[in-house]
């Protein structure tokens, strides 16, 4: 189950989710950016995603989601992906307002980003309230 971890619980409180409805299929879909876990390098963090699995599944995946009303971007991947981004992650997501609308790029939120979170206080203070206000919205309207 994805996010199932400790970096689910923290993407959870940044959505202002709990895990009833983070998991409901029917409200909330979660996208891996390729639908293949990648394994592990000899330091224990995931290997980047295997190219030909999100060129295999991710578009079809995108297409069967008509209704899509906003994409939840984590992590430099996804946003590479998504967006086409080129930026670092800490700039993809420092310009999250100038993303498409209906579009939030977030960091990966594991404990690896503690760090990152530290170094940029503007990240929960500015950002997190503005998407947990979004996730509200497109579930209320």
């Given at each position: 189950?994805?996010?199932?971890?400790?970096?689910?619980?923290?993407?959870?409180?940044?959505?202002?989710?709990?895990?009833?409805?983070?998991?409901?299929?029917?409200?909330?879909?979660?996208?891996?950016?390729?639908?293949?876990f990648?394994?592990?390098?000899?330091?224990?963090?995931?290997?980047?995603?295997?190219?030909?699995?999100?060129?295999?599944?991710?578009?079809?995946?995108?297409?069967?989601?008509?209704?899509?009303?906003?994409?939840?971007?984590?992590?430099?991947?996804?946003?590479?992906?998504?967006?086409?981004?080129?930026?670092?992650?800490?700039?993809c997501?420092?310009?999250?307002?100038?993303?498409?609308?209906?579009?939030?790029?977030?960091?990966?939120?594991?404990?690896?980003?503690?760090?990152?979170?530290?170094?940029?206080?503007?990240?929960e203070?500015?950002?997190?309230?503005?998407?947990?206000?979004?996730?509200?919205?497109?579930?209320?309207?």
């Amino acid at each position: 189950m994805p996010f199932w971890d400790r970096s689910g619980d923290r993407l959870r409180a940044w959505l202002g989710l709990g895990k009833d409805l983070f998991y409901d299929r029917q409200r909330i879909a979660i996208l891996p950016n390729s639908f293949c876990f990648p394994g592990y390098d000899k330091n224990g963090s995931d290997l980047p995603p295997p190219p030909i699995c999100a060129a295999t599944w991710h578009h079809k995946v995108m297409q069967s989601l008509p209704n899509l009303r906003l994409k939840v971007v984590v992590g430099g991947y996804a946003q590479k992906w998504h967006l086409g981004s080129r930026q670092s992650v800490t700039e993809c997501v420092r310009n999250w307002r100038d993303a498409p609308d209906g579009v939030i790029p977030l960091p990966h939120p594991s404990w690896r980003n503690t760090a990152w979170l530290k170094k940029n206080p503007w990240f929960e203070a500015e950002l997190v309230p503005e998407l947990q206000n979004e996730v509200q919205r497109v579930l209320h309207n």
